[in-house]
């Protein structure tokens, strides 16, 4: 008998542009829930509700949202039987040295966002 979770096949598409900083990426798959769109969009909120970083947004999301912060930003919508996620960050605060704080804080128990709330002073 085979229990192997079956996960649906995931297209996953950087997207290069005039922009100096950040990560651009958009993400797709076939939905096959029952949830509308604004359903779907309100499971994602309350899955990141206690995030202190990871921020749902009803409107399109652009980059310059992100520039000297710690902050992931998605946007999720529906269409023609597609779930389509558009996530933006900025990769030099949000990147591996901003992930690597965020993981030491929980690891050593201090708040989450211990030290990643400051603006960068260059860019």
């Known amino acids: ?38 359903e779907l969009v309100e499971y994602y909120k309350n899955y990141y509700k206690n995030s202190p970083f990871v921020f749902v947004s009803d409107e399109d ?12 930003l998605l946007h999720i919508s529906l269409h023609n039987g597609y779930i389509h996620i558009t996530s933006i960050i900025d990769n030099l605060v949000k990147g591996a040295s901003g992930q690597a704080v ?10 989450e966002n211990e030290g990643l709330l400051l603006k960068g002073s260059a860019f």
């Not at 649906?8 to 922009?19: C, K, L, N, S, T």
């Not at 980059?63 to 902050?71: A, G, P, R």
């Not at 030491?104 to 201090?110: A, C, D, K, Q, V």
């Open 102 to 111: 965020q993981n030491m804080n929980l690891m050593f128990g201090f708040a």
């Open 1 to 38: 008998m085979n229990n192997t979770l079956k996960v649906p096949e995931i297209q996953f598409v950087p997207m290069r542009g005039d922009f100096t900083r950040g990560i651009f990426a958009s993400v797709y798959t076939k939905w096959e829930g029952n949830m509308c769109e604004q």
């Open 61 to 72: 999301i652009s980059l310059k949202e992100v520039v000297n912060t710690n902050k992931g």
